[in-house]
């Protein structure tokens, strides 16, 4: 099996570059100071990073560069289940007024690859490649509840359970309950447990394993997303969606 030997170079640039996103841009001091390195070390890392095109330098203050999107852009676009989702998720969004999302998920995180806003939508956090803790979302509890327990029990193990609001599910065996509640039901719901004032709707795109590959949910603001509404209309409508996304998956 092949050893993890991780490159400290690297490892540093990495790490700096999503501190600058943390902060929204960051100068040489204030970067050395949040990672503990030398600011020689941060300065050489900060100039080879601008030389590559991959930040850029406005006065004494370093932002990652719009080189990011290019890359973004084609990791989104290799996944076959953003191109056949986009037409049914822009479509939900319109009909439910509401936000519309598509999630995947990566190294144990929940990934938005896709967003809709329909007329009615609040303004949210959320955008394309936002990563999230899975047990926040209704999202991430619809692909949890279709992959094997010991999958999920990995994911766990590297990542815990994060606490977001005090609604958040922050117990393992409290979430093994609410992920068999999801697959005897076929969607999820997420009741504030990421934003306050937020409650959201999602059903899970599975392959013809029946493993989840993806999510797609609608999520609005509380005062909406009530009674009939939010236990029968919407899920109706996101597993009917999300089966259009499952046959021209696969049959495309």
């Known amino acids: 099996m092949a ?3 991780p490159v400290n170079a690297v490892k540093i640039s990495l790490e700096l570059v999503d501190l600058l996103r943390e902060l929204d841009g960051a100068g040489v001091s204030e970067v050395a100071k949040r990672l503990d390195k030398p600011t020689s070390t941060i300065h050489d890392h900060l100039r080879t990073l601008e030389k590559q095109e991959y930040l850029v330098k406005e006065g ?3 932002y990652v560069s719009t080189r990011f999107l290019q890359l973004g852009a084609h990791a989104r676009s290799r996944q076959k289940v953003f191109n056949i989702a986009r037409p049914e998720i822009n479509e939900l969004a319109q009909v439910t ?3 519309a999302n598509l999630m995947i998920e990566e190294h144990g995180v929940g990934v938005f690859l896709y967003r809709s806003r329909g007329p009615d939508a609040v303004r949210l956090d959320t955008h394309a490649g936002m990563r999230v803790p899975l047990q926040t979302t209704a999202l991430g509890k619809s692909i949890m509840a279709n992959r094997p327990r010991e ?3 990995r994911i766990l193990d590297r990542h815990g359970l994060e606490s977001v609001t005090d609604r958040s599910i922050t117990d393992r065996e ?4 609410v992920l068999e509640q999801v697959r005897e039901r076929g969607y999820s719901y997420d009741d504030e ?4 004032g937020m409650r959201c709707v999602a059903a899970p795109i ?3 394993d029946d493993y989840a590959i993806a999510a797609v949910s609608v999520s609005g603001p509380k005062s909406r997303m009530r009674e009939e509404r939010f236990t029968e209309e919407l899920p109706n409508q996101i597993l009917k969606s999300a089966n259009v996304i499952e046959v021209n998956l696969t049959y495309s």
């Open 97 to 99: 007024g509401e936000h």
């Open 193 to 196: 447990e990421r934003v306050k």
């Open 206 to 208: 599975l392959n013809e």
């Open 60 to 62: 004494d203050t370093y």
């Open 151 to 153: 999958e999920v029990e």
């Open 174 to 177: 409290e979430l093994f309950d």
């Open 3 to 5: 050893k993890d030997v």
